[in-house]
């Protein structure tokens, strides 16, 4: 047994304990969710009751291949934009084009950034890499901070040294960074921007619980949706509120499917040099899950420094376009793409090439033969890429609902959270293991388990 699992399995036992086991401590620990306004629908955003826990081995190597990768991402953008050829290869739509083409005013190809990492006792794999904004960086660091005070993790933390993992100040100096490199010189205000949804979500009620901390430390900030914007005289506003700092939350292909990509006041504002945009349009060309066929591609990344190289191996799973064609695999030169997936099914996973679409991610084990190959004629038919499957790991997880308490197996995702280029949080993000049937979600707090 590992050192995790040990600390798992000292954790458990807690819970079972006398002071633990009537779950007093839970309602307590609820009512603290609740005056922090870490509540949706009348629930806590979080129904778990254990947290997630790495060593710090384990987040150094989060830190050092999620820069390496951070890094390979921007170099591959930089080559894409130089080449018509590479760009065709991420299905970027021509208004997508026409946004990435325009210069934000700093460096980064992306300020904030997102992994979803399989840890697995001495083994790691990144199986996306996401260039927006971390989902969950606020409810992540109260849940850790609330979480730590609770009596079970009190109990716990008399044997074991645990370390917090925050986020918002990390973020908020990213954004400050960012403009200043822009070339902003007075103290900025922010809108933190949104697609307007007709319903309140996890995300949208984290933004206004963000804006109010960003806020009490000096930087005004309000949640705006791009059909609140207006731009005259040089000037980004919401109502009577100006603007300096847009914080994106929407992916560019939904703005520019819902609104005008040439004559908005946002992109007016953008091409303008008016708002400093984070992330820029272009960090969009990270969502598309084609990167990884580029980032995977030998002949591109043959200039690419070693450690890179080494890492890009090492650490990200073989990634193709799906068309009709003969590509490189795993060190075989030429494979028929096609057959290749339905050969290799059970290794096998089809993602859509980007998320905002409603279409389905397709797991070989997970199906029969029939029903994959149903899926792989529909993959070659809209924009999809085949991957190597990353197992992600599973962990057993108490869970409370109607005042009881059960374990659950979970998948669990560690979600590195990279903020110019370097990895500097991260949360976890837990769905039911497969082959169970749960509709239990979200987040938990995480934290290193540290030597003591």
């Known amino acids: 047994m590992n050192q995790v699992d040990e600390a798992i399995a000292r954790y458990h036992k807690i819970l079972e304990t006398e002071p633990f086991r009537d779950l007093g401590w839970v309602e307590q620990f609820h009512a603290t969710l609740r005056s922090r306004q870490l509540e949706l629908a009348g629930r806590p955003v979080s129904p778990f009751l254990r947290p997630n826990l790495v060593t710090r081995k384990q987040f150094d190597a989060l830190v050092i291949g999620g820069q390496l990768l951070a890094s390979a991402v921007d170099k591959i953008r930089q080559l894409a934009m130089a080449d018509t050829a590479l760009m065709a290869r991420m299905d970027l739509l021509p208004a997508e084009r026409m946004l990435a083409a325009v210069n934000p005013g700093y460096k980064h190809f992306a300020v904030t950034g997102l992994l979803d990492t399989a840890i ?143 004559n908005h006041p946002l992109v007016r504002a953008y091409r303008e040099g008016a708002v400093c945009l984070v992330n820029s349009f272009r960090s969009d060309m990270a969502q598309k899950k084609a990167i990884f066929d580029l980032l995977t591609d030998d002949t591109l990344l043959a200039h690419f420094p070693v450690a890179e190289r080494k890492a890009i191996r090492a650490l990200i799973p073989t990634t193709r376009v799906v068309s009709e064609r003969h590509v490189a695999w795993d060190g075989v030169k030429q494979v028929d793409l096609p057959q290749f997936i339905l050969d290799k099914r059970e290794r096998l996973v089809l993602r859509p090439n980007d998320d905002t679409e409603e279409r389905q991610t397709y797991v070989g084990t997970e199906m029969t033969a029939v029903a994959w190959e149903r899926a792989v004629r529909t993959a070659l038919r809209t924009p999809y890429v085949v991957q190597e499957n990353v197992k992600v790991p599973t962990s057993m997880f108490p869970v409370y609902s109607y005042g009881s308490m059960s374990l659950k197996e979970m998948r669990v995702d560690v979600q590195p959270h990279v903020y110019l280029g370097k990895v500097q949080s991260a949360s976890s993000w837990l769905t039911p293991a497969a082959g169970t049937f749960s509709t239990v979600t979200g987040l938990t707090p995480t934290y290193i388990l540290e030597p003591k």
């Open 120 to 262: 697995e006792k001495g083994h790691m794999r990144f199986s996306d890499y996401s260039a927006a904004t971390p989902v969950g960086v606020h409810y992540s660091e109260v849940l850790g901070d609330v979480f730590f005070e609770t009596g079970p993790a009190k109990e716990f933390r008399k044997k074991h040294k645990l370390t917090k993992l925050g986020g918002v100040k990390f973020l908020q100096a990213a954004l400050l960074k960012a403009y200043k490199e822009f070339g902003g010189k007075k103290a900025p205000q922010v809108a933190i921007l949104e697609m307007k949804h007709p319903f309140e979500t996890l995300e949208s009620r984290e933004y206004h619980l963000l804006a109010e901390g960003f806020t009490e430390h000096g930087v005004p900030t309000i949640v705006a949706s791009p059909e609140q914007l207006e731009y005259k005289n040089g000037v980004l506003r919401k109502g009577e509120f100006v603007i300096d700092i847009v914080y994106r939350r929407m992916k560019t292909r939904e703005f520019v499917v819902q609104f005008d990509p040439n």
